[in-house]
């Protein structure tokens, strides 16, 4: 590995150079909203994509920023590199970013059951983010649906013992990128309209009026990637190897934000406000819960949101240990970017 050219000391400086790889995807994009709508207090913003990206402008604040292809020596003087390109994009370059003296926070899936990397939701294990920052190092950001589920358990655990987890997720189409979104709209409309069924390209089957018990391949356990990544994660962000989790996971046609059903049971026997008022005193949590009223998180509601959202809370019939819950979050923020910016901003000490 290359000696560092990092500008970084152990203070943080005032102003920050900030690169993103894959600026103009979905999520790439988002990272650029997101710096803007914080004031982020970025110096010089680099953006990289593929070829057929290149030289694209993409506005940022004042400024018209063209978009660049990945290169050796690209990342000198960067601080701060936002990874959301894919899995094959981060293992080259990420550690070349480091290299070359960079803090990298990738969004990919290729890191984040490293042992040697740390995989970071600032309102759970945030301590775990770099004091010294004249040590470049790649940060992993977890899975989408992994975030909004772990948001929510850290605080249960914490006041009253998680025993086992259960959850089904009901995941957006956006997860899938703009390919995702595009299908969705082309196999309505076609739909709607009578016309020859579009073939799917990006899902399994039709995501048009479906819904696909299958996101990611499956593995020789019969579950899928998707659901491995959640239950894995989990017990790696929480620190907590031996939790009994288990995952189903399933696309929906709807264009964006997450939803999950959830069931957990605990090590005590407490009421549903004692519930309510644990999780409504949690970072990063909104209770959304008057069934009477038909309040209850919704995925049209949540999106563009930075909360994560529950509701549906109430205790299982037949066990009263069991606590079963709704949680919804806007997959492509909170679930990537916002979490992501959320990593740099305790890194670099930036005031949120």
């Known amino acids: 590995m290359a000696k560092s050219q990092n500008l970084v000391t152990k203070t943080p400086p005032k102003k920050i150079n900030v690169a993103v790889v894959g600026a103009t995807g979905i999520v790439g994009q988002e990272f650029i909203k997101i710096l803007e709508e914080t004031k982020f207090p970025v110096d010089t913003l680099k ?23 990945l290169k050796p020596g690209c990342f000198k003087g960067v601080h701060c590199a936002f990874f959301s390109a894919g899995n094959p994009i981060s293992r080259e370059w990420g550690p070349r970013a480091v290299s070359e003296g960079a803090f990298v926070i990738d969004n990919s899936s290729a890191f984040r059951m490293d042992k040697n990397t740390s995989l970071i939701i600032p309102e759970v294990n ?10 470049p190092q790649l940060i992993a950001n977890p899975n989408c649906s992994t975030i909004q589920l772990v948001v929510a358990l850290e605080p249960l655990h914490n006041s009253f013992g998680l025993k086992n ?12 990128g ?9 196999q309505t409309k076609a739909f709607l309209q009578n016309e020859r069924e579009i073939p799917p390209v990006t899902f399994s089957h039709s995501i048009a009026f479906n819904n696909i018990p299958q996101i990611d391949k499956f593995d020789e356990s019969g579950f899928t990637l998707e659901e491995l990544k959640v239950m ?4 790696k962000i929480m620190n907590l190897p031996h939790l009994d989790i288990s995952t189903t996971a399933v696309r929906t046609p709807t264009l964006n934000s997450h939803s999950e059903a959830v069931w957990i049971e605990i090590e005590k ?15 990063g949590i909104t209770i959304q819960d008057d069934p009477k009223n038909q309040i209850y ?3 049209r509601s949540a999106s563009g949101l930075d909360d994560v959202f529950i509701g549906r809370i109430r205790r299982d019939i037949t066990n009263q ?8 979050s806007d997959n492509v923020r909170k679930g990537a970017a916002l979490n992501g910016i959320q990593i740099a901003q305790c890194l670099f000490r930036v005031a949120r």
């Open 126 to 135: 945030g301590d775990l983010i770099p004091k010294d920052l004249s040590k």
């Open 178 to 186: 703009r390919e995702g979104i595009e299908e969705l709209r082309n």
């Open 47 to 69: 953006l990289f994509a593929s070829e057929k990206s290149a030289g694209e402008e993409i506005k940022f604040q004042s400024q018209k920023i063209k978009v660049e292809i």
């Open 269 to 283: 026997i407490v009421d549903r406000a004692e519930i309510i008022d644990c999780l409504k005193n949690a970072p």
């Open 165 to 176: 987890v259960t959850v089904a997720t009901y995941q957006s189409v956006s997860g899938a």
């Open 232 to 235: 894995n994660e989990t017990k």
């Open 321 to 328: 240990k069991r606590w079963l819950f709704w949680v919804v």
């Open 297 to 299: 998180p919704l995925a």
